[in-house]
C-alpha cells in the first residue's frame, strides 16, 4: 500500500501536511495542558479554607477538652466549643468541595480543548489521506493491467477543461479507442494522483 505520491513535489507537500498536522496536535495538547495548570492554581484559597477548616476544628476540639475539666459549667462549654468544632468541619468541608470543583473544571477544560482543536481537523485530514490511499491503490492496479481504466477514470472525473487539452472530443477518443488519446487520459489521472506514467517507471 503506497502512502505518498511517486512525484517528489506531491509527496513532499503530503509530508509537509502530516506534519503540520502533528505539530497542530502537540501544539493543541501544550494548550490543554497551559489551562489545565493554570487552572489547578484555583485551588489555593479551597485548600486555605481546608487548612483553616482544620485550625478551627483542632482549636475548639481542644477547647472543648479542656473545658470538661471546669465544675459546673464545663458540660456546657464542652458543648459550646463543640458547636465550633462542627464549624470548622463544615469550613473544610466547603474546601475540599471547592478545590475538587475546580479540579474537575480543569480536566474538562483540558479535554474540552483537545477535542475541539484536534479532532476536527485530524478527522479532515484523515479523511483526505484515506481518500487518496484508496486513489492511488486502485491507479496503480489499474496501471499495472493497462491505460484503458486509468482513461475511463478520467473521462468520469477530471474536469471538462483539462479533458478538452487532451484532445477535442476525449469520449468520441475513447469510443473508437484512440490509443494516443487514451495514453494522455491516463497520464492525465496519474498526475492528478501525483502518480508517474507507466513510461517512466523504469526511471
Do not use: N
Not at 174 to 201: N, V
Request: net charge positive.
Amino acid at each position: 500500500m503506497r502512502i505518498y505520491a511517486e512525484q517528489r513535489g506531491r509527496a513532499a507537500r503530503q509530508v509537509l501536511a502530516d506534519v503540520l498536522v502533528v505539530i497542530w496536535v502537540v501544539l493543541v495538547v501544550e494548550i490543554a495542558r497551559a489551562a489545565f495548570t493554570l487552572i489547578v492554581r484555583l485551588q489555593g484559597p479551597g485548600r486555605g479554607l481546608q487548612g483553616a477548616g482544620a485550625v478551627i476544628h483542632d482549636a475548639f476540639l481542644h477547647a472543648a477538652r479542656s473545658a470538661l475539666k471546669a465544675p459546673i459549667i464545663g458540660d456546657d462549654l464542652a458543648k459550646a466549643f463543640g458547636t465550633g468544632a462542627r464549624a470548622g468541619d463544615s469550613l473544610t468541608s466547603s474546601g475540599r468541595e471547592l478545590s475538587e470543583t475546580i479540579s474537575t473544571l480543569a480536566f474538562g477544560t483540558a479535554v474540552a480543548i483537545v477535542l475541539i482543536g484536534v479532532i476536527p481537523p485530524l478527522l479532515v485530514w484523515l479523511t483526505l489521506r484515506i481518500r487518496w490511499i484508496t486513489a492511488a491503490r486502485s491507479a496503480l492496479a489499474a496501471r499495472a493491467i493497462d491505460v484503458d481504466l486509468l482513461a475511463l477514470r478520467a473521462l468520469t472525473r477530471r474536469p471538462m477543461q483539462q479533458l478538452l487539452k487532451i484532445c477535442p472530443d476525449p469520449a468520441a477518443a475513447w469510443r473508437r479507442d484512440d490509443r494516443t488519446a487514451l495514453r494522455k487520459l491516463a497520464a492525465l489521472e496519474l498526475r492528478t494522483l501525483g502518480l508517474r506514467e507507466p513510461s517512466q517507471i523504469s526511471d
